[in-house]
């Protein structure tokens, strides 16, 4: 058990190390600089002003000193300096996390409990109708690209209530912030709903064939007692897993729908320093995605060895 | 003369500004939503409007822009932080009067000191640096700023020249106070002006609050103004449809949302005008075959300017050379000078056989095109009237293919020449010769793209400039402006007009005709609620 | 350990299966009919798959207009006789655009998807045949790859790139690659200990021969399975990264690209500019994921309900 964590622990490390890498030398290859975005209103680009600012910024020094700098200071838990907004990256990223953070928490809320008791009615009325429709309904949510439907939701709210869920100014109650978010959580929601509710009934069905399951219903256990209490408690293994790896996943979906609910978080921020070229703003965020995915992937893990007593963890 | 003038202006003043007679009401917080999010605070440093939208109410400048008159002139010129000014006998002394009494927001008094610190600063020649200075060749003929105790200042210049005034009377020409860094005016501007800057975060949002101790008693009216960036403008005019603003960001809104602002909020109060703002080509005249002066000038006769101003404004924008036309500019050339330009005239199809003949004449034919690259940033401005260019040079045996460059890359390679054509926005702070002429086709300027050199015209640029009677010098501003569209130095396709739209509680707003730099004061809007 | 199931899937027969679900194969449209029965949703899928294609193909016959033609008079026409689908800002015909769009979402499909898996596959391939060092240095770029979300990476790789559809289709090719690269590398190493593999070892073939001969064959199926999937997630990622200006550049009618353009001025003013591309994106995408469930019905027994 230990060696295994520690074996974990490390390749995490390592892997975090190799994402690093490309992130940073991905960027130095994008063409063009942020004093080039800087001067971009300007008209023009004064090669002496621009020296100066690469100067300042620590831009001249050659990629592995850069890099070197950055992972020195990552490693002192410094994260250095946006570029535009000459403040601690640090500053800048944190406060916009809560706002992303919440807005996943409230999409997988939904996605969970609309895509659990779906794929669970899917399961038992396996081949009706109604299961039929269901999965028609979940491959469609999986279609809809999430800022279209975002588009579509915002079309809507224009036409029937002449009102726009979208943020314009910082709420001030729990239930603004409520309100300001659940239409966004469920445009990112929705795909996820679909994703979980097709791997419920996929393994709720595998648990209902299964031999406990049949001895269950021979001793006259109702179908209720069945479905819900032995069969979904079963099948609950694969939607953890789903589930957590999914959280980590919606970034894509939350990076399209903040940009058209105008929500100030760190998905859609991620994009603007990406086009600014705030390379500190950037690596740190991108780093910071890559240790939430890897930190849940090894928490699903974990968790499954915790769930099903038969698997240990030992490689 | 000019004694005169400033007593009148300085009367003009007196009687509108300092003493509010009428009903105005004080309080409120107006809510504007701001359509990117500026590069940093300090508006010496950048050189976009959406800085002065969101930053200039915080400062002051020597002299301004009558803020409740929609059109820049020499005419409309008040005081603000100089309480008069008057130039020497030779014109080449331009002194101010500075105002007593007048303190920063962070209660440190205003003096001439302060005045010489940002001028030194905008020259270069100050210890405090900005990081980026794009209007320094604004200060080319200034030789230096001299004070005369803390009550007086002095620009010196090399030659007399008149426009100096209009440059300081821009929202881009704020006093910075000596005390403040150039890094702290990028991140937490101090001013005197009539709000002070609360904060600003990137992609989200700006707040100002009202100065109570503004030196103008009484101003502002509002108790502050913030600003909601939202990037997507259907999204922020849906917003501000569903009054959740106060106000649209000015001069942002197309004909089309402008339309459905009208229908869908009728209360609404909207003007549609030029911002001075012009589109124009920009073709790579040291490249073959671009080198050969009939290829360029058949695409400029090529051009329909008529279909552009149709499809991206429903015909609402103007045709022009390098100077806005009247009415809305002063100093462009009037219609019917324009029409006898090769390429303005109405009749477009005679200026296309015309092309085709100059086309024909070096090889080209419907057999023989010419395969062109036509450059463009990657924003719907400059990218759409690219693919109307495109459209249209097809008619002159030219197939162009559209190269859409991201912002961060467009004008190193503009400065590299690595281009064929390409489509340029030129927006003028002021509208004036020599910011224009100077800028964009001065030899061996920075935002002479096209590396247009004309050494004859360029001393015609300095006679104009030092032309102190106003008709005279329009005449050869004029003159100049023929012989640029002529010599296809940058063809102007044209003006473009943009709305501001504000809800019908907002009193006091002036949307200004001959520029959008210079408006954005915000002292005396108040809010009728 | 890798507590998560990887995709094992055994090859089959797809004539016995046939035969073993009933069905009646005689004739010459027997099976084709008893597919679509069988597997009505598949089939469906399988039919918009086909149209889309069909319109990329024939794009310059049955398209009214040119895509790129500009026309002042028509500018922001609503669908009408002359523009099925409206026309945009430009006065560019919709339906045209839409029809010539399919091209470049078939474009970014099968690029992205065939680039992505012929890299999982080699990688896969290696990485499961050849094991040791050269497998542990492959699982740890796998491992790098799959810790950033999908848009997240080819957010990145697009601005490094920059725009155009040969980097757009690279951009989006690579984050596909782990999935595809770790489903084969576990059907190779179930693969290996196969008897019929031992037989052809002790045969004498060489082990490139064996692992592009045998073993590749064999993990087809789960190949498809994936391929289909990652099909529509390509399309899907590059009408994001097109709605966000990443993507593919104008003129070219990308449908993220009109999108992004329609979405920035006229959710109200022109709805049609943004309902019509959109239902193009998801159509396709539906279309992809109804034939990837059949095809996984049909490839995969254990899922098969």
């Known amino acids: 058990m230990l060696s295994y964590l520690i074996r974990r622990l490390g390749l995490m490390v390592l892997t975090l190390f190799g994402i690093s890498i490309i992130i940073f030398t991905l960027l130095r290859v994008v063409p063009g600089n942020i004093v080039d975005v800087l001067f971009d209103a300007a008209g023009f680009v004064d090669p002496a002003d621009k020296l100066k600012i690469e100067q300042d910024l620590g831009l001249d020094k050659s990629i592995p000193v850069q890099y070197a700098t950055w992972i020195g200071g990552l490693l002192r838990g410094d994260l250095g300096y946006s570029y535009v907004s000459e403040k601690p990256a640090l500053a800048e990223i944190l406060p916009r996390i809560p706002i992303t953070a919440r807005l996943a928490a409230l999409a997988l809320l939904f996605a969970v409990s609309l895509g659990v008791p779906l794929g669970v009615i899917s399961a038992v009325r396996q081949d009706t109708k109604l299961d039929y429709t269901l999965r028609v309904f979940s491959l469609a949510g999986l279609s809809l690209p999430a800022f279209w439907l975002g588009l579509l939701i915002l079309m809507a709210a224009v036409a029937l209530f002449g009102s726009i869920p979208i943020y314009s100014a910082a709420p001030k109650t729990w239930f603004d912030s409520l309100v300001m978010y659940a239409v966004p959580a469920a445009a990112v929601g929705l795909r996820s709903s679909a994703l979980i509710m097709r791997l419920t009934r996929s393994s709720m069905l595998e648990v209902l064939r299964q031999d406990y399951i049949r001895t269950a219903r021979s001793k006259g256990a109702s179908d209720r007692t069945v479905n819900y209490g032995h069969a979904l408690q079963n099948a609950m293994l694969p939607i953890v897993t789903v589930i957590g790896v999914e959280a980590a996943f919606l970034i894509g979906g939350l990076i399209v729908t903040e940009t058209v609910f105008n929500i100030p978080g760190v998905a859609r921020f991620l994009v603007e320093a990406i086009r600014w070229r705030d390379y500190p703003i950037v690596q740190n965020l991108v780093m910071f995605i890559a240790v939430i995915v890897v930190l849940s992937n090894f928490i699903v893990d974990l968790l499954y060895a915790v769930l099903d007593p038969r698997i240990k963890l030992a490689d | ?463 104009q400039s030092q032309e102190t009677d106003l008709a005279k010098r329009r005449a050869l501003a004029w003159a100049i402006d023929k012989k640029l569209q002529e010599d296809v130095a940058r063809p102007v396709i044209f003006y473009s007009r943009y709305g501001s739209c504000w809800q019908s509680h907002v009193k006091g707003v002036t949307v200004m005709v001959n520029s959008s730099y210079n408006g954005y004061r915000y002292e005396d809007v108040w809010l009728d609620k | 350990m890798k507590p998560r199931p990887e995709i094992i899937l055994p090859s089959i027969d797809i004539e016995a299966e046939l035969a073993k679900a009933g069905a009646n194969t005689q004739g010459r449209w027997g099976e084709l009919r008893f597919f679509a029965r069988r597997y009505l949703l598949g089939t469906i899928g399988l039919v918009i798959m086909i149209v889309f294609v069909l319109a990329a193909l024939l794009a310059p016959w049955i398209a009214t207009f040119d895509p790129l033609a500009v026309n002042a008079r028509h500018a922001l026409a609503p669908p009408n006789a002359i523009h099925w689908l409206g026309a945009d800002s430009f006065g560019r015909d919709v339906y045209s655009r839409i029809i010539y769009g399919a091209r470049i979402s078939l474009a970014v499909g099968i690029g992205s998807t065939l680039l992505g898996g012929t890299l999982g596959v080699a990688i896969g391939l290696t990485s499961g045949y050849l094991a040791g060092w050269v497998d542990l240095l492959f699982q740890r770029l796998i491992d790098i790859l799959q810790a950033l979300p999908l848009l997240v990476l080819a957010l990145v790789m697009a601005a490094a790139l920059g725009p155009s559809l040969q980097n757009t289709i690279f951009a989006i090719a690579i984050p596909l690659v782990p999935t595809v690269a770790r489903v084969i590398r576990a059907n190779t190493l179930a693969l290996r200990e196969l008897p019929f593999i031992e037989a052809a070892k002790a045969a004498g073939m060489s082990e490139m021969r064996i692992a592009l001969r045998h073993v590749l064959p064999n993990t087809l199926a789960p190949l498809i399975v994936l391929a289909t999937a990652q099909f529509g997630s390509a399309i899907l990622t590059e009408a994001s990264l097109s709605f966000l200006g990443l993507g593919i550049p104008e003129p070219h009618p990308s449908w993220g690209r009109m999108l992004s353009e329609s979405a920035a001025e006229y959710v109200r003013t022109a709805p049609w500019l943004v309902i019509f591309p959109g239902l193009a994106i998801s159509l396709i995408v539906f279309g992809t994921n109804l034939l990837g469930d059949a095809l996984r019905d049909i490839l995969d027994p254990r899922q098969r309900a």
């Open chain 2, 1 to 463: 003369m000019t004694g005169k003038r400033i007593a009148l202006v300085a009367g003009l003043w007196l009687a509108s500004g300092v003493l509010p007679a009428f009903a105005q009401k004080q309080g409120g917080v107006l809510t504007m939503y701001h359509r990117d999010s500026p590069a940093s605070a300090s508006i010496h440093e950048e050189a976009t409007y959406s800085n002065n939208v969101a930053f200039m109410a915080i400062f002051n400048n020597l002299v301004m822009f009558k803020q409740d008159v929609p059109q820049n002139s020499v005419d409309s010129i008040v005081p603000d932080l100089a309480t008069s000014w008057a130039w020497s006998a030779d014109n080449t002394k331009l002194t101010f009067k500075l105002r007593d009494g007048v303190t920063w927001h962070d209660g440190k008094p205003f003096t001439s000191a302060d005045v010489k610190c940002t001028f030194d600063m905008l020259m270069g020649k100050s210890t405090n640096k900005f990081r980026k200075n794009p209007r320094k060749s604004w200060y080319d003929n200034v030789v230096d700023v001299t004070t005369n105790g803390d009550g007086e200042a002095t620009f010196n210049l090399k030659r007399p020249q008149p426009a100096l005034i209009s440059l300081l009377a821009s929202g881009y020409t704020p006093i910075y106070p000596c005390h403040a860094s150039a890094a702290d005016m990028r991140t937490k501007p101090i001013g005197t002006g009539p709000f002070k800057f609360v904060e600003f975060k990137i992609n989200e949002s700006i707040k100002l609050v009202r100065n109570p101790t503004y030196w103008k008693k009484g101003l502002p009216y509002l108790d502050g103004i913030d600003f909601t960036i939202i990037p997507n403008r259907s999204t922020a005019i849906l917003a501000f449809i569903a009054g959740k603003f106060d106000m649209t960001f000015p001069t942002e809104v197309t004909v089309q949302l402008m339309k459905d602002i009208k229908g869908q909020a009728p209360q609404a109060v909207c003007k549609f005008e030029s911002s001075n703002v012009n589109t124009n080509l920009i073709v790579n005249r040291d490249a073959p075959p671009f080198d050969n002066l009939s290829i360029r000038r058949a695409m400029a006769m090529a051009i329909d300017r008529k279909s552009f101003i149709s499809i991206l404004f429903e015909g609402q924008a103007d045709e022009g050379g390098a100077l806005l036309p009247p009415p809305a500019g002063i100093w462009g050339l009037p219609q019917e000078q324009l029409q006898t330009i090769p390429g303005y005239g109405p009749d477009v199809k005679k200026n296309r056989d015309e092309a085709r003949k100059l086309m024909e004449a070096v090889g080209y034919s419907a057999d023989k095109r010419l395969k062109v690259k036509v450059s463009a940033r990657n924003i719907p401005v400059y990218r759409d009237p690219a693919v109307i260019l495109i459209d249209q040079l097809k008619e002159i045996y030219i197939d162009g293919e559209l190269d859409v460059v991201e912002t961060a890359n467009w004008f190193s390679k503009v400065a590299r020449k690595d281009y064929m054509i390409g489509l340029n926005l030129t927006g003028n702070a002021v509208d004036d010769p020599d910011q224009a002429f100077y800028e964009n086709f001065a030899c061996g300027s920075e935002r002479n793209y096209t590396n247009y050199c004309n050494k004859d015209l360029e001393k015609d640029f300095d006679v």
